[in-house]
């Protein structure tokens, strides 16, 4: 017919294939985040990573050796100060300092039908926090020789993060900690992304968070979850620990004696992060778009223990 093209077989096939690996590559392409259900801006609450200087070291007397008096000696050719109970007063300790980022949705809440030591089905209403943890690989690692001398690392090591949740009321003095409820765990996928995984605290423990670049986002996601919250709260927060490899320590006075165990009455605190939440609402019709993130005027200093117009702290739990 005139006006036709006729293509032969070879340039066919090349045509085939140049067109199977377009749709994989368009494939791969969107492979990624494309597949997930898009956020509305403003939707997620970002926190940066907080590494803070002074936290990459600290000074202690090592109790195990300085509770021992008889190690206390003036030695004749040495000067007193190199001697081991000597130097084991106000000694430094150092350590490299990671931290995640970590970003969330606005709490929600939902009923599920749970089920009951009975057998039955008991309809509650759940509160849940989807959230993601994204590791950016950057680390503060002190100087062994100065404490004042601090470099910033990029690495590609990845990061176990080990959730804790807990739920604390600061009207009631009451703390719920998260709950695995597997019954929960489908309706809330289907609600917020069927599509994407979401991770209870147990499974996020098991999981190594590999480092994202700017290029590739490798954040995990997860979902915290509690279950028989006391209606009347209407102030509290959510701490999340587990972000940050940063801890403080104290041997209490008196707490170790000499022959105890090492360590003995040793106290340990971890930087927690402290989201601030509040609930004009009532006790009998709870609903999540009562719920605010930040601390409404004149309570937060009283009862979150932060400053004014603060939504979210840094603290040591």
Not at 214 to 219: A, G, K, L, Q, W
Request: glycine share 6%.
């Amino acid at each position: 017919m005139r006006g036709s093209v006729r293509i032969g077989w070879p340039r066919m096939v090349l045509l085939a294939l140049a067109a199977v690996m377009l749709g994989r590559f368009s494939a791969a392409a969107t492979d990624g985040q494309d597949r997930f259900r898009k956020l509305a801006p403003g939707v997620e609450t970002t926190i940066p990573p907080d590494r803070q200087p002074d936290e990459t070291h600290s000074a202690h007397d090592v109790v195990e050796i300085h509770t021992y008096p008889n190690l206390e000696w003036t030695p004749h050719f040495t000067p007193s100060d190199q001697t081991l109970f000597s130097r084991s007063a106000g000694t430094r300790f150092r350590h490299s300092l990671w931290c995640l980022e970590f970003s969330f949705k606005p709490l929600r809440m939902i009923h599920v039908d749970i089920p009951q030591p009975s057998g039955k089905m008991q309809r509650k209403l759940i509160r849940y926090l989807v959230y993601r943890v994204k590791n950016t690989g950057s680390r503060l690692v002190p100087s062994q020789d100065d404490e004042t001398a601090l470099t910033t690392e990029q690495t590609d090591l990845p990061i176990r993060f080990q959730p804790q949740f807990v739920l604390a009321s600061h009207e009631f003095d009451k703390a719920y900690l998260d709950r695995i409820i597997p019954a929960a765990m489908g309706p809330i996928q289907q609600r917020e992304d069927p599509r994407r995984t979401l991770l209870n605290t147990v499974q996020m423990a098991q999981q190594e968070i590999p480092v994202s670049s700017e290029r590739i986002d490798r954040s995990v996601w997860g979902v915290a979850t509690w279950e028989d919250v006391d209606p009347r709260i209407d102030f509290f927060s959510i701490e999340v620990q587990g972000l940050t490899n940063a801890y403080r320590w104290v041997d209490p006075p008196g707490a170790y004696q000499a022959g105890d165990p090492p360590g003995k009455g040793r106290r340990f605190t971890h930087k927690t992060l402290q989201l601030n939440f509040w609930r004009p609402g009532d006790r009998y019709l709870e609903h999540e778009k009562e719920i605010r993130f930040g601390t409404p005027e004149g309570t937060a200093e009283k009862l979150y223990g932060v400053k004014e117009g603060v939504d979210y702290a840094w603290v040591y739990r």
